[in-house]
């Protein structure tokens, strides 16, 4: 059993490491595979990346817009057109606000709803807001008068329950 166990091992370290090594930078489209495979947060990608990674038309560019959202997972815009992303880790929503002040950043970000378990798809329809979780998916009232104003009118209702948990989906 030992040596199985030893062997499962080397074989997944081996793995890991073929993959790092002939998978050129070019073609990774997802995390680094230990973050993925554990839920880490990564840094933002390097501008040279960005450059690299990313083709532009002539006139367009591209900049970060908000950072300090660790494991942010699914973005979705309110009719209003407020940023919202799930953190399933966390079991929050957060709401990135608006660039107010002109600079091309976001001015902060607030919790929108917290206490979830493990939100991930987000969508608007007729006053609420639809958030898939592991194993439910809820509904909530909202409001927003304009610009930031994004806020819950009520207690989140479990419409859907008895969803297959794991599997982060």
Known sequence: MRKFAIGAVVLIMAGIT???LLLPEKFAVNGPILSTLFGTGIDAPADS???TRFQLPEGFQIE?????IPKGR????????DLLISQP????????????????????????LAGLDQ???LDFHQGHVYIGEGGAIVRV????????????????????EGIPSGGNH
Do not use: K, N, W, Y
């Open 49 to 51: 990346v960005v450059e």
């Open 18 to 20: 073929s993959c790092t």
């Open 141 to 160: 009232p909202f409001s927003e008068s304009g610009p930031d104003t994004l806020a819950t009118t009520g207690d989140p209702i479990r419409i859907v």
């Open 64 to 68: 970060l817009f908000a950072e300090g």
């Open 119 to 121: 939100p991930h798809g």
């Open 74 to 81: 699914f973005m979705q815009f309110s009719p209003g057109g």
């Open 89 to 112: 880790r966390t079991g929050q929503i957060l709401h990135i606000l608006r660039d107010r002040d002109g600079d091309g950043r976001s001015d902060g970000q607030r919790v929108f």
